[in-house]
């Protein structure tokens, strides 16, 4: 196996041992050598970006406060990480993919209810989207949306249960049902049925279906966040692989949040706030573009403008859509749209 393919598979799997580690970090108090520990609680393809925050923060909080501070990761399903911190992971603060996956930790972890309001941009420090992601030369002229239930395309996306980017995909391709002439839920839910029958297996994650679809050699094309189609082509080769941007997608925006009851008891609630506003900074805005995702600092975004086409966004505020509490329990809460449409072989 080539080193490229390598570094996917390493995280991956590295991912349940940094959880078990963050869990039992995270639950020391700080001491008072300012020895510090944080635990991130992330979603599954955020892998690379946190490392490369991880590295800066912990040197300029060394150079700032003389403190040591060590950061573990825990990465998986943004859905599955959430049920793990309800469940008692003790994380200091979640990066997850989607406002709904930390909404479901209010009542436990102590959130206040405005818990999006205590960072800007709705405490979502970068943006991302959904694109198309082939194979080289794209062999069956996949250019858009209607192109995934042809007879015949095979569609990798992982599941929506689990998978806060299975439910951003979900959401891009309702979105570009509903755009299309005489567009309505009904048509939008009956596009979506077809496209689910063009899908061979769910993954839990979306790290899990870009495996799926990278080295297994599963499907002709995958529904991928735009930072993780940009990670394949660096690491497994432009000539395999192509990205193909669709007519209209939506546009994704993970929230981060650190969670008052833990950071509370572990004593760490200045720090796990300076490591969250430290994301809206120049310096790791620029990370932040260098990993592909959509930096909101306007200097960072210029500066990858050629990374990043423009394409028509739906929101998820958008009255067609109504906001994640409408959208969770409309789409994907038991016996929502999703559980009707979607039938495993």
């Given at each position: 196996?080539?080193?490229?393919?390598?570094?996917?598979?390493?995280?991956?799997?590295?991912?349940?041992?940094?959880?078990?580690?963050?869990?039992?970090?995270?639950?020391?108090?700080?001491?008072?050598?300012?020895?510090?520990?944080?635990?991130?609680?992330?979603?599954?393809?955020?892998?690379?970006?946190?490392?490369?925050?991880?590295?800066?923060?912990?040197?300029?909080?060394?150079?700032?406060?003389?403190?040591?501070?060590?950061?573990?990761?825990?990465?998986?399903?943004?859905?599955?990480?959430?049920?793990?911190?309800?469940?008692?992971?003790?994380?200091?603060?979640?990066?997850?993919?989607?406002?709904?996956?930390?909404?479901?930790?209010?009542?436990?972890?102590?959130?206040?209810?405005?818990?999006?309001?205590?960072?800007?941009?709705?405490?979502a420090p970068y943006t991302s989207t959904i694109?198309?992601?082939?194979?080289?030369?794209?062999?069956?002229?996949?250019?858009?949306?209607?192109?995934?239930?042809?007879?015949?395309?095979?569609?990798?996306?992982?599941?929506?249960?689990?998978?806060?980017?299975?439910?951003?995909?979900?959401?891009?391709?309702?979105?570009?049902?509903?755009?299309?002439?005489?567009?309505?839920?009904?048509?939008?839910?009956?596009?979506?049925?077809?496209?689910?029958?063009?899908?061979?297996?769910?993954?839990?994650?979306?790290?899990?279906?870009?495996?799926?679809?990278?080295?297994?050699?599963?499907?002709?094309?995958?529904?991928?966040?735009?930072?993780?189609?940009?990670?394949?082509?660096?690491?497994?080769?432009?000539?395999?692989?192509?990205?193909?941007?669709?007519?209209?997608?939506?546009?994704?925006?993970?929230?981060?949040?650190?969670?008052?009851?833990?950071?509370?008891?572990?004593?760490?609630?200045?720090?796990a706030k300076a490591y969250l506003e430290f994301?809206?900074?120049?310096?790791?805005?620029?990370?932040?573009?260098?990993?592909?995702?959509?930096?909101?600092?306007?200097?960072?975004?210029?500066?990858?403008?050629?990374?990043?086409?423009?394409?028509?966004?739906?929101?998820?505020?958008?009255?067609?859509?109504?906001?994640?509490?409408?959208?969770?329990?409309?789409?994907?809460?038991?016996?929502?749209?999703?559980?009707?449409?979607?039938?495993?072989?």
């Open positions: 196996m080539g080193l490229a393919r390598r570094s996917l598979l390493k995280g991956s799997l590295a991912a349940g041992a940094a959880a078990l580690l963050g869990t039992a970090a995270a639950c020391s108090p700080e001491a008072p050598t300012k020895s510090v520990k944080l635990l991130n609680v992330s979603y599954d393809p955020t892998r690379e970006l946190y490392k490369a925050i991880n590295e800066k923060f912990i040197a300029d909080w060394k150079a700032k406060t003389g403190d040591t501070l060590e950061i573990d990761q825990s990465h998986g399903g943004s859905g599955s990480q959430s049920r793990k911190v309800a469940d008692g992971l003790k994380a200091d603060v979640v990066t997850l993919a989607l406002g709904a996956d930390i909404d479901a930790l209010a009542p436990s972890q102590g959130l206040p209810a405005d818990w999006q309001t205590r960072l800007p941009n709705n405490s694109v198309l992601l082939v194979r080289k030369g794209n062999p069956k002229a996949i250019k858009d949306w209607p192109d995934l239930i042809k007879p015949g395309i095979s569609v990798i996306t992982p599941n929506p249960k689990t998978s806060g980017g299975a439910r951003w995909n979900y959401l891009a391709a309702w979105g570009w049902a509903l755009r299309q002439p005489g567009g309505t839920d009904a048509t939008a839910q009956a596009f979506l049925g077809k496209l689910y029958k063009q899908v061979p297996v769910l993954d839990s994650a979306a790290r899990a279906s870009t495996l799926t679809f990278a080295q297994r050699g599963l499907g002709d094309v995958l529904l991928s966040w735009e930072n993780e189609a940009h990670l394949v082509l660096a690491e497994f080769g432009a000539d395999r692989f192509e990205i193909i941007a669709p007519s209209y997608s939506i546009l994704a925006e993970p929230p981060v949040a650190w969670l008052d009851k833990n950071t509370q008891a572990n004593g760490t609630t200045e720090i994301l809206y900074t120049p310096e790791a805005q620029d990370i932040i573009g260098a990993n592909f995702y959509r930096p909101r600092d306007p200097a960072a975004a210029a500066k990858y403008t050629a990374t990043f086409p423009k394409i028509p966004l739906i929101t998820i505020d958008d009255p067609a859509l109504g906001g994640w509490k409408k959208v969770q329990a409309t789409h994907f809460a038991d016996r929502g749209i999703f559980d009707k449409i979607y039938i495993p072989a």
